[in-house]
């Protein structure tokens, strides 16, 4: 199997992991904590069901450029993974991206916002596909700045 394929592949195996925790851990989230209501996990951690109409934070609450915005993005994403298949790593920002991406626009679509959960002192409730991405992004940096290094891992 050739590098491109191989990282094709691996990006696939983690946006299909990213997608199915993310939906299943907001469908748990729906069936067993009323919205509004909290449960606390851990001292400062608590499971508090909210929706989110908005990007980061409830900005652009309701609006439909939130989609053109994200799908923008996520093609933006698409071309430039294409385009650098064989960097060495691209593979996981592009699966944690496209993971989160899709797990917050399947809730947007079904449910006409995102089930945000996990609530952590002086920030505002987010989900596993928000930690994905934010993760993603990071990892986008890292690869972006190593350059055009070929992917050498089996």
Do not use: C
Not at 11 to 27: C, P, T
Not at 49 to 61: E, L, Q
Not at 64 to 89: E, K, M, S, T
């Amino acid at each position: 199997m050739s590098r491109t394929a191989r990282s094709y592949s691996r990006a696939g195996l983690v946006l299909a992991i990213v997608f199915a925790a993310d939906q299943l851990s907001k469908r748990l989230v729906v069936a067993t904590v009323d919205p509004g209501d909290s449960n606390a996990v851990f001292p400062g951690i608590e499971i508090q069901h909210v929706t989110n109409k908005g990007v980061a934070f409830g900005a652009f609450s309701g609006k439909p450029i939130v989609l053109v915005i994200v799908a923008a993005a996520l093609v933006g994403l698409v071309v430039w993974f294409v385009l650098h298949a064989d960097r060495q790593l691209v593979w996981l920002p592009t699966g944690l991206l496209l993971g989160g991406a899709l797990g917050n626009i399947v809730d947007r679509l079904r449910d006409g916002a995102v089930t945000d959960f996990i609530k952590l002192p002086l920030w505002p409730a987010f989900n596993l596909a928000d930690v994905a991405i934010t993760v993603g992004v990071l990892a986008l940096v890292l690869v972006v700045e190593q350059g055009d290094a070929p992917d050498d891992a089996a």
